[in-house]
Nanobody, 126 residues
């Protein structure tokens, strides 16, 4: 499985962006996808996750502002981000896993996901 993230950029506070994560390879190996982010001098943190059952999960800091979704026809996952603020500035990474049990145990941990895309930078200015 290969993941390719895109869609990052610079936006003013209050603005919106949509990140994309194109998936190639053996899609049957994927059970869930997620977005993480890493701000300068901070650890990578969970943002949102989506199981192929369409269950979604969000970090409290983005709940109500971000939406994770997927397009099966395009083999792409998305992260729609609205009402952005400077604290959302980070490199955003998409990740995927085919391991159901670890996901159910700790979907919020980066170690749960064995496939990662390269990051895409989101910069929010005040």
């Amino acid at each position: 499985v290969q993941l390719q993230a895109s869609g990052g950029g610079s936006v003013q506070a209050g603005g919106s962006l949509r990140l994309s994560c194109a998936v190639s390879g053996s899609l049957s190996d994927i059970d869930a996808m997620a977005w993480f982010r890493q701000a300068p001098r901070k650890e990578r943190e969970f943002v949102a996750a989506l199981r192929w059952t369409d269950s979604t999960y969000y970090a409290d800091s983005v709940k109500g502002r971000f939406t994770i979704s997927r397009d099966n026809d395009e083999n792409t996952a998305f992260l729609r981000m609205t009402t952005l603020n400077p604290e959302d500035t980070a490199v955003y990474y998409c990740a995927a896993t085919g391991r159901v049990s670890p996901f159910n145990t700790n979907k919020y941990s980066a170690t749960t996901y064995e496939n990662w895309g390269q990051g895409t930078l989101v910069t929010v200015s005040s």
